[in-house]
């Protein structure tokens, strides 16, 4: 069936580059978002791309899609303290309208 | 706009009771889902509904039904609660193809004696 899996945790310190890692199982995967939740919160669509792209660019984002390997990475550059959160990869699975996320990657910035 | 807009924001029950979390959008999506959020298992989804007046069970939908009252609408309940449901709930609606994007409502988190 479908997986999509993330690392726990990442601490980085302000202003570095911060990189977020998922790999998934399903290689009919039409789109791959990442999601952001802060403390208390629902989550919040931060970008997506389409499986025939492999880079997407938006301000300090940049999303990297390896379709080979069926790897997805999540680039925030100048990390700052209110990036602190929690991190969701998540694919559009083959069931209609479907998906399935990883597990939640948590980021600390400490400054 | 408000979004999506989930009640109660938080509850406590005894097991065996029952009760229902509403949901709502505005922004005229066919879509909605209901997700539980457990920690270290990311986001699972119980029921959806592809459009006013249909429903389909998701990952994990014993113990749960639902109702899709109208387009704007989608409620969960649970008919007698289980300290297994003790959760934080996420109701969710998508807008139209292709991307199928999801937005999530602010959560309940129930908590189950």
């Known amino acids: 069936g479908e997986d999509v899996e993330q690392s726990l945790f990442l601490s980085v310190r302000e202003g570095d580059s911060s990189v977020i890692n998922c790999t998934y199982t399903?290689?009919?995967?039409?789109?791959l978002y990442w999601y952001k939740q802060e403390p208390g919160a629902g989550l919040q669509l931060l970008t997506y791309i389409f499986s025939n792209m492999d880079m997407k660019q938006d301000q300090r984002l940049t999303v990297l899609l390896n379709k080979k390997d069926k790897h997805l990475s999540l680039r925030i550059a100048d990390t700052q303290t209110g990036d602190s959160a929690i991190y969701f990869c998540?694919?559009?699975?083959?069931?209609?309208?479907?998906?399935?996320f990883g597990t939640g990657t948590r980021l600390l910035v400490s400054p | 706009n408000a979004g999506v807009t989930q009640t109660p924001k938080f509850q406590v029950l005894k097991t065996g009771q029952s009760m229902t979390l509403q949901c709502a959008q505005d922004m005229n999506h066919n879509s909605m889902y209901w997700y539980r959020q457990d920690p270290g298992m990311g986001l699972r989804l119980i029921y959806y509904?592809?459009?006013?007046?249909?429903?389909d069970k998701g990952e994990v939908p014993n113990g749960y039904n639902v109702s899709r009252l109208n387009k704007r609408e989608f409620s969960l309940r649970l008919e007698s609660a289980a300290p297994s449901q003790t959760s934080v709930y996420f109701c969710?609606?998508?807008?139209?193809?292709?991307?199928?994007?999801?937005?999530f409502g602010p959560g309940t988190r129930l908590l189950v004696l």
């Open positions: 399903d290689s009919s995967s039409t789109y």
């Open positions: 998540a694919e559009r699975g083959t069931g209609f309208q479907k998906l399935v």
């Open positions: 969710a609606s998508s807008e139209g193809r292709p991307q199928e994007t999801q937005y």
């Open positions: 509904s592809a459009s006013e007046g249909t429903t």
